[in-house]
C-alpha cells in the first residue's frame, strides 16, 4: 500500500491566538517534509493536528497509512529498565527484529538503565527505537534533533533519509535544519494570520 498524507487549508487556533491559516499540501510515498519556523509558531501544533491529536481550527487531514509519532512526551513506562519499557511495545506493535532498532541507535548499552535516568538525548533515541519497531509509514517528527549530539543527529537524518528511500513519509518539524534528500520547506511564517 502507498503511503500518503495531505493536509488542506489547515488553520489552526491556540487560545485567542491564530498561529497559521491557509496551509495545504500533499505527500505520498517517499517524501520528506521539514515544518520551519521560530519557536512558537505552530510547529508542535501543526505535527498535533497531523497526528490526529489536536483538531485543526480549519481545514482537513487525510492520510494512507499508519502513522507514528515521536515528540518530547516519551511514551515508555519512566520505572522500568529500558529492555523491558521497549519490549512491552515490542509484542503489542507486532516488531519482528528488535534488534535492528536497538543496533541502528547503538542502544544495547542502557538496556539495564530504567528510563527515568536516561539522558534527553537517549530518551529520543529510545523513542526513535519505538517508531522503527512499530513499521509505520508515516513519521510525524517534532524537533528530532533536540538533545542529540552530532553524531547521532547524522544517525537520525539518515534513518529519516532510510525510510523515505524504502517508500515512506517523513514530516519533521523543526527549527534546526536536517540533511535530508528532496525534501519540502514549509515555513510557517508565510502562513501566520
Same mark, same amino acid.
Given at each position: ?6 493536509? !488542506? ?27 520551519? #519556523? ?6 508542535? !501544533? ?5 497526528? *490526529? ?14 502513522? #507514528? ?13 529500558? *529492555? ?15 534488534? =535492528? ?6 542502544? =544495547? ?15 529520543? =533515541? ?47 518539524? !523543526? ?19
Amino acid at each position: 500500500m502507498q503511503a500518503r498524507l495531505a493536509a !488542506s487549508d489547515l488553520a489552526c487556533r491556540r487560545g485567542e491566538r491564530l498561529l497559521f491559516r491557509a496551509l495545504s499540501f500533499e505527500a505520498a510515498s517517499g517524501s520528506a517534509i521539514h515544518i520551519a #519556523g521560530a519557536n512558537g509558531i505552530g510547529k508542535s !501544533s501543526l505535527i498535533r493536528i497531523l497526528a *490526529g491529536l489536536l483538531r485543526p481550527f480549519a481545514g482537513t487531514v487525510e492520510s494512507d497509512g499508519a502513522m #507514528g509519532l515521536v515528540d518530547e512526551r516519551l511514551a515508555l513506562d519512566q520505572n522500568l529498565p529500558l *529492555g523491558k519499557a521497549l519490549a512491552f511495545y515490542e509484542k503489542l506493535d507486532g516488531c519482528r527484529d528488535p534488534g =535492528r532498532a536497538l543496533d541502528l541507535l547503538q542502544l =544495547r548499552p542502557l538496556m539495564d538503565v530504567p528510563v527515568r535516568y536516561l539522558s534527553t538525548g537517549q530518551k529520543k =533515541r529510545a523513542a526513535l527505537a519505538r517508531l522503527l519497531n512499530r513499521n509505520c509509514p508515516i513519521w510525524l517528527l517534532d524537533e528530532p534533533l533536540n538533545g542529540l549530539d552530532a553524531q547521532a543527529a547524522a544517525s537520525m537524518e539518515a534513518l529519516v533519509a532510510l525510510h523515505c528511500g524504502g517508500g515512506g513519509i517523513a514530516v519533521v518539524a !523543526s527549527h534546526q535544519s536536517m540533511a535530508l534528500p528532496d525534501v519540502k520547506t514549509i515555513d510557517l511564517a508565510e502562513y501566520a494570520a
